[in-house]
């Protein structure tokens, strides 16, 4: 099993509708876990961090399932500007500085 | 304006000729990070430190050397570059939460073409 791993897409969805992404981690003991988004040729910028309750921003929730071992982030109502890649970020837990990415899951909002 | 800056942003350099991307971030960030992306690999973590004179290997280390002086600079130095090392560099940089980094904020990026 791969350390972080996305389904690459891409997703081609409707204005208004709903998307989700899962994203699977091999290691039971890791601890930190974000979404990012990255604009074509553009710099990663944090979307959530994703806690163990779940959490939520406005159109965006980040859900964490240990037992799964997967994060999923769902963003309803999608908006054009929404099309980017999104990548999932897991800790590495021998050496907690050591952040793996996702490949990402490449999003696209059609009108 | 907080923000983490990289130079240079673009260069094209040849094999072997040693050269030095400057990372600098006005945040007070402890943690700070390299990576390199690639089409198909996504972003990799070449080095990373948790604070001044702490450097650690990330996953792609090798070919690079970082240094960890002050707490705004993390420069990303290639002593002998190859064409295996055109890529698009990304700097970041985060407080800690614990041994862990927080949100990390990222550089514009540095594309580098070795020929």
């Known amino acids: 099993r791969k350390e972080v791993e996305q389904d690459p897409g891409p997703f081609n969805v409707p204005e208004g509708a709903t998307v989700a992404f899962n994203c699977t981690y091999s290691n039971s003991a890791s601890q930190s876990f974000f979404w990012y988004r990255q604009d074509c040729r553009k710099e990663p910028k944090l979307l959530m961090s994703?806690?163990?309750s779940g959490n939520e921003d406005g159109r965006f929730t980040a859900q964490l399932n240990r037992a799964s071992q997967y994060i999923s982030l769902l963003i309803r109502d999608s908006k054009l500007s929404d099309s980017a890649t999104y990548l999932c970020?897991?800790?590495?837990?021998?050496?907690?500085?050591?952040?793996?990415f996702g490949k990402g899951t490449k999003l696209s909002v059609k009108p | 304006e907080a923000q983490v800056t990289q130079n240079p942003r673009y260069l094209i350099t040849v094999t072997g000729k040693k050269l030095t991307v400057t990372c600098s971030q006005n945040m007070n960030h402890e943690y700070m990070s390299w990576y390199r992306q690639d089409p198909g690999l996504g972003l990799r973590q070449i080095y990373y430190?948790?604070?001044?004179?702490?450097?650690d290997k990330g996953d792609v280390p090798e070919g690079y050397k970082v240094s960890r002086k002050e707490k705004r600079n993390f420069p990303l130095i290639l002593e002998s570059p190859s064409p295996n090392q055109t890529s698009l560099y990304f700097c970041?940089?985060?407080?800690?939460?614990?041994?862990?980094?927080?949100?990390?904020?990222f550089g514009p990026g540095t594309r580098l073409t070795v020929t």
């Open positions: 970020v897991v800790n590495r837990v021998r050496s907690q500085g050591n952040l793996i």
């Open positions: 430190s948790m604070n001044v004179e702490v450097t």
């Open positions: 994703v806690y163990s």
């Open positions: 970041a940089s985060s407080f800690r939460q614990g041994p862990s980094p927080y949100e990390q904020y």
